[in-house]
């Protein structure tokens, strides 16, 4: 009997400007199994999104080019399965907007900045656990 497991790893499109906590949380997903694509504004994120099937999105709220609400917006109003992706999204909130807008775009979470780490891990195994 083969005792050697296979590792399956979790696929996180992180949409995140600052390269700072784009590296932050490559090496703390990375312990959760995690491959990490990154995306420095909303316009690449949809590439991607569109190019390659993810696991879960962490979508900065402030990205240039297309805000994070508005991607969050557009691959919910796709027509496939993807659309429904888990999507937790992550905000400084310089704008002061109220959670509501950001639940309302679609997404299943909110942190805001300065991240708390244990709870994002928390919330990426709750969301990409029952994928399996």
Do not use: W
């Not at 790893?9 to 703390?28: G, M, W």
């Not at 099937?53 to 994070?68: E, K, R, W």
């Not at 109220?98 to 244990?118: C, H, I, R, T, W």
């Amino acid at each position: 009997m083969n005792t050697m497991t296979e590792v399956v790893y979790k696929k996180v499109l992180v949409a995140e400007d600052s390269s700072v906590i784009q590296n932050l949380l490559k090496k703390i997903l990375l312990f959760e199994n995690c491959k990490i694509t990154s995306a420095k504004n909303g316009k690449s994120v949809l590439d991607k999104f569109e190019s390659e099937d993810y696991d879960l999105v962490i979508m900065d709220i402030n990205l240039p080019l297309l805000d994070g609400l508005s991607a969050t917006k557009q691959i919910r109003s796709g027509k496939t399965k993807k659309a429904n992706i888990p999507i937790i999204g992550i905000s400084g909130n310089a704008k002061n907007l109220p959670v509501s807008e950001f639940f309302e775009a679609g997404m299943n979470e909110y942190m805001q900045k300065p991240l708390d780490y244990d709870k994002l891990i928390e919330l990426v195994k709750k969301y990409t656990d029952k994928h399996q």
